[in-house]
């Protein structure tokens, strides 16, 4: 069972970012998928989640109107697109799996987790 996340790097304030998480070993579509992120120095917060079933998603304030999350469960892959990244996007973005989206409101619900991929928003 294994998470991979991909397409974190450097980019400039007002820029975007497509980060992507692919599944092994499971089946994506049972599952929620959604992304925290870390910054240094602060707790893991839950960024942006999507349902298994009927599509709901879920974004946290900050990044609500910038970020879109989408999945394509045919190549097992979730796509969160960030757009408009400000320098406090800057974190170790981690995706994850849950049993239900409402499991994102902890990550101590979170199923599996995939390993982080830096986002640094800098000019």
């Known amino acids: 069972v294994q998470l991979q996340a991909f397409g974190g790097g450097l980019v400039e304030p007002g820029g975007s970012l497509r980060l992507s998480c692919a599944a092994s070993g499971f089946t994506l579509g049972d599952y929620a998928i959604g992304w925290f992120r870390q910054a240094p120095g602060k707790e893991r917060e839950g960024v942006s989640c999507?349902?298994?079933?009927?599509?709901?998603?879920y974004y946290t304030d900050s990044v609500k109107g910038r970020f879109t999350i989408a999945r394509d469960d045919t190549k097992t892959t979730v796509y969160p697109q960030m757009n408009s990244l400000k320098p406090e996007d800057t974190a170790i973005y981690y995706c994850?799996?849950?049993?239900?989206?409402?499991?994102?409101?902890?990550?101590?619900?979170?199923?599996?987790w995939g390993q982080g991929t830096l986002v640094t928003v800098s000019s």
């Open positions: 994850a799996a849950a049993g239900s989206y409402r499991d994102f409101s902890d990550y101590h619900n979170i199923k599996y």
């Open positions: 999507i349902s298994s079933s009927n599509g709901y998603t």
